[in-house]
């Protein structure tokens, strides 16, 4: 977890012309969201996300994993899935389709 206050000190970061020209390439480079097309759905990504995390890791930050996403999957589907640890989503079988999720601990 962040300390209150951490998060202000790497939002900046957001906001350095390194990240706008990366954010104006992934957009380019991946012009649809990522999970809506996963489900079929064609939409325009409007956020770039960090695959995993950053947590406030320059390196990471920098270097890290991209993925395009419309601002809806990146603020409901994308905050679950980091704040649970896994997707709660289930396939057409019934099954849970993410292999962390809860469920599959049992077996």
Excluded at 8 to 24: D, F, I, P, T, V
Excluded at 49 to 70: E, I
Aim: charged share 25%; proline share 6%.
């Amino acid at each position: 977890m962040i300390a209150m206050g951490a998060e202000s000190k790497w939002h900046g970061w957001y906001k350095r012309m390194n990240w706008l020209r990366r954010r104006a390439y992934q957009l380019q480079a991946e012009p649809l969201c990522r999970l809506c097309a996963q489900e079929g759905r064609l939409t325009p990504a409007t956020v770039v996300d960090h695959v995993t995390p950053h947590k406030g890791d320059y390196n990471s930050f920098r270097l890290g994993a991209l993925q395009s996403l419309c601002a809806r999957c990146h603020s409901s589907t994308k905050a679950i899935v980091e704040k649970r640890g896994y997707d709660p989503a289930v396939g057409a079988d019934g099954w849970p389709i993410d292999r962390r999720h809860p469920l599959y601990r049992c077996r």
